[in-house]
Structures are given as C-alpha cells and as structure tokens.
C-alpha cells in the first residue's frame, strides 16, 4: 500500500467524536439547563448526575467533575466515546423539545474524565476500602465484571477476575470499532481500574486452569461476567471458503494489527446481519478502503436492531443496505470468494420465506458474518444446577442473584448483548447485592 493511501486509512480510523478544547467544552457546559428531576439522568443506566458534572465543568472543576462521573460508572472515559448517547442521555436531553442541539453530553464527559483516567494525575481519585477479610472470585475481565471488582475493592473486598485471553476487557477492548475507541485506550482505562487494587489474572480460564470448586472453596461469592462468544456459522454452503469470517473477529484484527495489515482496498465486501456489529463491520471495511460494500439482511429496515444514527454513519461511509435478502450460499473457486447467491424474502402471516425465482448473485470477493454472538454454554454449563434460558443466558434477578447460592451473574451473559454501561451498571448492583448478602452473614 502507497504512503498516500496507508496515511488516509489512517485518517478515517481517527476519533468520529473527536475531544473538545477547553474553550469549546466550556462553552458546551454553559449551554446546559441544570435541568431538575433532568431525563438525561433517567436516561443512563449508571443514573450519573449529568447536570452535576457538567456544572462542575462550567466552573472550571475538571477534577470534581470526574469524581461525579466516576463514582457512578467507573468506565465512564469509555463509555464517554462507545455510548449511544444519542439514544441515551443526549436523547432524552430537553433541548430537544426547545428544537435545539442536544448538550454534547458524551464529549463533556470525555474531557472530565480523560484527564484523570488517562493523564496519569499523581492523586488517585479512589481508593480501596479498609479490608473485611472476604474475597470474591470473578469470572471475565470485561466490563460488567470491571464495575463489580472496582465496587467490591472500595467496599474492603478482595476481587480477582480471572480472565483466559491474554488481555483484559472482553469486547471493550477487542470487540468495538476502531475509529469508537482504540485498543490501547481501553487498556489503559482498565490499568486505571487496576490502580484501585482489582486483581486481573488472565490467561486462567474457569473450567480449564481453575475449576468452579477451586472458586467455590477459594473465594466467598462468585460473579460470573463473561459475556458471549463469536459469531458462529450461519449454515450455508461454501462458509469455509477463504474470505468468510465471524465479524467481531475482524474488528478485533484490526485493533491490534497495523490497518495496512488488513486494509480491503480493491475488495467488495458482504457484511451478513442487521445489529450494531453488522454496521461495525460496514462502515470499518468501507474505510479501509473497500470498492463496494453490501450489508445484506433478511427482513426490512424497520426490523433492524442497529441504532438509526449508526445506520446513517454506514451510509455515509459508503454502504449500501440490501433489504429482504437472504443469503444461501458462498460461491468460491481457488479456495476463494466469488460471490454470495442469495434470494428475496417476504413476510406472510408473521413468517419470512423466500419468493419463488428470485435467486441472484452478489459480486463480493469477501463476507463477514455478523448474525449474532454465540452463547457460552460449555462455560456455564461448569456452574452444576445454574438455571439457563433455553438460548442459552443466565438467569438472574434485577441484582444479579442467579439459582446458585453467593454466585451472582451481569452483562452480556445475562442480557443477551446490550452496551457497555449497561454491564457496568448490572455490575455495580451485583456487587452492592454481594455486599449486603455477605455481610448478613457475619
């Protein structure tokens, strides 16, 4: 790849949400109404007191500003760039019943809480409690199991969160886009977190490295926060082709690889699926430089999962969304793709089928499947008389409570795949459920 084309790819994975200078966030922060009862706070599944810190901004303190933040969501400089905020807070916010722009809620908490977590401040801004003598075991280092341990030190407990990748975070590290937050960006929140005292042992995977009753015998409760595995196949022909892959795969790729690596330039590229990931997928192989990319889903626009202004980025970016399409077959010869034969779909009576002579070829030369992640039953199967949805999540009361007594359980594996404060948030409780449950028992 030409220096020219290598420094572009480059540019079009920098921040889609770039920080704010002082003088832009300060003014941003004066816009706020310091709303009473504000629905921005309704809003965030963490409840942070948003007008509370962007006033902190307004008056100039940054450090105090992030505390508010922190407290409530302990991955709030993520969250800060990976939250949908215009479903969430920046959705609910009452500028738009005065037909205004929202208050840019996201980047305000971005320019609080990056000069703490990020910036290396000598002054930690929490500290771990005094000790109580009891341990809980953590099953995953992403980030329902992050906010469970970083509450737990600060109540006096020990948390070890036993990881089997190599590195910490689950999908905030590996699993989100690119040009949404950078591998080393959540790696260095999560040293940050470390900093309290959560103890993060990776490449100990439960079941294998350390059995359930090591847990069991070893440590007071357990949370189980290991959320979904990959995108498996979806069951047609020709998926082992070179050139067909699970999606979250590929972004994981590209956050850890040079982008020259894996750049697509020349490629036309089918993305498989309707879901956030899907567009993920879309809008990161248009820029590195796809000639054509198709995002290819069975149903209509109005059954799509992804959120509308995602949607609008992928089009944006060069997408182009094929509707009521089915995908049945990879076409390959040398071992490689050729194409992807699919068929139109209706709806009859609330069931999808296909219509009758509508086979056509799509000409793609590489496909990502992005259909929905695969449950980790094996996993959880290890938890003898763990009660289990029949599609395989865990069930678990509004605090995390699950059938076993003192094992708790939050994210991804419980919810089925929801955004990241949402798992810290389920964490958190967890943990206040954790503590008010062992210490009953003194």
């Not at 795969?249 to 750049?263: D, R």
């Not at 590229?269 to 879309?282: H, K, S, Y």
């Not at 799509?304 to 089009?315: C, F, T, V």
Request: glycine share 12%.
């Amino acid at each position: 790849m030409s220096d020219s084309s290598t420094n572009q790819v480059s540019a079009n994975f920098s921040d889609y949400k770039p920080a704010l200078d002082n003088n832009a966030a300060l003014a941003e922060s004066n816009r706020c109404l310091n709303c009473y009862d504000a629905p921005c706070i309704r809003a965030c599944p963490t409840a942070i007191d948003i007008p509370g810190f962007i006033k902190k901004i307004a008056s100039g303190n940054l450090r105090g500003s992030a505390r508010v933040i922190l407290e409530s969501n302990i991955l709030g400089a993520s969250c800060a760039r990976v939250c949908p905020t215009e479903e969430l807070c920046e959705g609910a916010c009452v500028m738009h019943d005065l037909d205004e722009k929202p208050i840019d809620i996201g980047r305000l908490q971005r320019h609080a809480t990056d000069p703490v977590v990020f910036n290396g401040e000598d002054r930690p801004l929490f500290e771990a409690g005094s000790s109580n003598g009891r341990r809980v075991a953590l099953v995953g280092a992403g980030p329902a199991s992050l906010g469970c341990a970083a509450e737990l030190v600060q109540l006096g407990y020990e948390a070890v969160c036993f990881e089997k990748a190599d590195e910490p975070g689950g999908l905030n590290s590996f699993g989100i886009a690119d040009y949404k937050m950078s591998y080393e960006t959540a790696i260095k929140e999560i040293e940050w977190v470390q900093q309290l005292g959560v103890e993060i042992r990776c490449g100990q995977e439960v079941g294998q490295d350390i059995t359930v009753e090591q847990l069991y015998e070893d440590f007071d409760a357990v949370f189980i926060g290991v959320g979904l595995g990959g995108v498996g196949p979806i069951g047609i022909d020709g998926e082992e082709i070179d050139g067909v892959r699970d999606s979250l795969e590929f972004i994981a790729e590209l956050k850890t690889k040079p982008k020259q690596e894996v750049a697509l330039r020349g490629k036309k590229v089918a993305v498989i699926g309707g879901g956030n990931t899907a567009i993920d997928a879309v809008t990161q192989s248009a820029r590195l430089g796809a000639d054509r990319v198709y995002l290819v889903y069975r149903r209509g626009p109005e059954a799509m999962g992804a959120y509308e202004h995602e949607q609008e980025l992928a089009r944006k970016d060069g997408g182009i969304f094929i509707y009521n399409t089915q995908p049945v077959e990879v076409l390959g010869e040398d071992g490689q793709v050729t194409g992807l034969r699919c068929v139109r779909t209706e709806t009859r009576h609330g069931s999808l089928e296909y219509i009758d002579g509508s086979d056509h070829v799509l000409d793609v030369d590489y496909v990502l499947r992005a259909t929905g992640q695969s449950k980790l039953t094996s996993l959880l199967e290890q938890f003898e008389g763990l009660a289990i949805e029949d599609w395989g999540t865990v069930i678990a009361d509004e605090d995390g409570r699950t059938s076993l007594e003192n094992v708790w359980a939050g994210g991804d594996c419980v919810s089925g795949g929801q955004e990241v404060v949402n798992a810290v948030a389920e964490g958190k409780r967890a943990a206040q459920s954790i503590h008010e449950n062992l210490q009953g028992e003194r």
